[in-house]
């Protein structure tokens, strides 16, 4: 039987909908270029989650009865393995990652399929690229994770940025800020997922000293001679506060820049990464990440954490996520601030002695970040990867978007579907 071109799996969960909502979207603006299934456990809800995607579409002449289910269950190995074998690519909706990612990631290589997910857990995806990068490029298979608002837009978006600065570029400052018009919600499955991540965040440093030598090799790392500072507090030129942002972007930008210095020769971009946060929403995440802190160390902390996360979260994090209405009433922007110099260096790993002496700002504009945005990004990078395979660097392997996508035409397969790349400004 063929496979079909892109499996999703978890498309009755929250983000799932979106993600198939893309899909109905994408087929009506370009045609069936690609053939699909969803997948998941209860195929009275998946049928019923197509008719709902396919509303939110706003597209009445689709026969969604003509969409193939596949029964998928994480706690039933055999039929995850059942279902990768039916997709040349699987795009896993079904989180939190650390629970249910790597079995599925496990059956993919197994059936030599290609993984795309939407993971921003930081300890799974380095785990994930550790375990699995050797035996993923022996199989010539693409296993990209984090392909949703954690973290291809930015990542992207530095190597977008990094194509535009017509020197050498050194460093880039991220600052992530959005408009929420009818409020700013979450859905519960992100605050799981930052509870167990913190509780586990220990773990991280000896999986990094494996990581590295293992997939990178033992390698020294550049250190450049102008570093960029990491600020508690950032305080731009309209008297913007920022906070650092506590997502996976500046980790997963770290191992695309490291994969590039060590595979590629090329210099790798420092990066810090910030978030828009008001004065009086400071005070309040002062107060939820003290008590955060102590909670999350004891098992019966966390179950408070997870069983009540809008009281913890000052509203911030619900079940059942923002409504339609606040999604469709919301959206973000990156902007990027990179400094470099002006004349491209002979030697891209040269250490000049003169501070870098050139600018540019870029900006990444689009919907909601946390489901439209994740949704169109995980669909363009499997459009992309489906139509574009000979594009990817090497053969294979666990790779982030950044080092992925680097010499595909994904910034314009998004900024035809709602998020815009633009340069601002370069001197």
């Not at 991220?174 to 009818?182: D, I, P, R, Y």
């Not at 997502?247 to 997963?252: F, W």
């Not at 990867?385 to 594009?391: A, G, H, I, S, V």
């Amino acid at each position: 039987m063929d496979k079909f071109s892109l499996v999703i799996f978890g498309s009755s969960g929250y983000t799932g909908i979106y993600v198939v909502e893309e899909i109905f979207r994408y087929l009506a603006k370009h045609g069936p270029k690609f053939t699909w299934a969803v997948a998941g456990r209860n195929e009275v809800k998946l049928r019923e989650c197509l008719a709902t995607s396919l509303d939110y579409a706003g597209i009445r002449d689709y026969d969604i009865s003509s969409v193939e289910i596949i029964n998928a269950d994480t706690n039933d190995y055999d039929s995850l393995v059942r279902m990768a074998k039916k997709a040349k690519i699987l795009i896993s909706c079904v989180g939190p990652y650390r629970s249910f990612g790597e079995p599925v990631v496990k059956a993919c290589i197994e059936s030599r399929t290609d993984y795309i997910d939407f993971s921003g857990e930081p300890q799974f995806l380095e785990e994930i690229q550790m375990r699995y990068y050797d035996i993923a490029r022996e199989r010539n298979l693409y296993i990209l994770p984090s392909c949703g608002f954690d973290s291809l837009p930015c990542d992207v978006g530095v190597e977008f940025t990094k194509s535009k600065f017509p020197g050498t570029l050194d460093s880039v400052e991220t600052f992530l800020s959005g408009s929420f018009k009818k409020g700013l919600k979450a859905n519960s499955a992100t605050w799981d997922c930052i509870i167990e991540g913190f509780h586990h965040s220990h773990e991280l440093r000896p999986l990094r000293r494996k990581l590295f030598p293992q997939v990178f090799g033992d390698i020294q790392q550049f250190k450049s001679r102008y570093p960029i500072a990491r600020r508690v507090l950032y305080r731009d030129e309209n008297s913007k506060l920022y906070i650092p942002f506590l997502g996976s972007d500046r980790s997963v930008v770290k191992r695309s820049q490291l994969h590039s210095y060590n595979f590629f020769n090329s210099r790798p971009v420092q990066m810090e990464a910030y978030t828009y946060m008001p004065m009086k929403a400071i005070f309040q995440a002062l107060i939820s990440v003290a008590l955060f802190m102590i909670m999350v160390p004891f098992q019966f902390g966390r179950k408070l954490l997870h069983d009540y996360p809008s009281f913890f979260t000052w509203g911030l994090f619900c079940r059942g996520g923002p409504s339609r209405d606040q999604v469709l009433n919301s959206s973000f922007e990156i902007i990027i601030k990179g400094r470099g110099w002006k004349e491209r260096l002979a030697d891209p790993l040269e250490q000049p002695t003169i501070p870098p002496d050139g600018k540019i700002i870029t900006r990444i504009t689009g919907p909601n970040p946390g489901y439209p945005t994740a949704a169109i990004s995980a669909l363009c990078a499997g459009v992309t990867l489906l139509e574009e395979r000979d594009k990817l660097p090497g053969s294979g392997g666990v790779l982030t978007p950044g080092v992925a996508f680097a010499k595909t035409s994904i910034v314009d397969r998004l900024s035809v579907n709602r998020i815009k790349f633009d340069v601002i400004s370069v001197s």
